[in-house]
């Protein structure tokens, strides 16, 4: 599994992504982001999350490659 540590902002709809960058990461899809708040869903089941923080944008995360 290849993955690089990027910024929130970087990632596309569909993009694989984990907010915890070490131990065992736990991916997510990402869906959008849109004034602060970021909507992720679970990779099995589609179901919908949001988070919501000033600057998430700039938050590093773990992507995912294919």
Not at 27 to 55: A, G, K, M, Q
């Amino acid at each position: 599994m290849k993955t690089k540590l990027v910024k929130i902002s970087e990632l596309k709809k569909g993009d694989l992504f984990s907010f915890r960058t070490i131990m065992r990461p736990i991916f997510w899809r990402f869906v959008n982001l849109c004034n602060d708040i970021i909507v992720y869903e679970e990779i099995r089941s589609n179901y919908p999350h949001t988070s919501e923080r000033e600057n998430i944008g700039e938050t590093i995360v773990l992507k995912k490659f294919k």
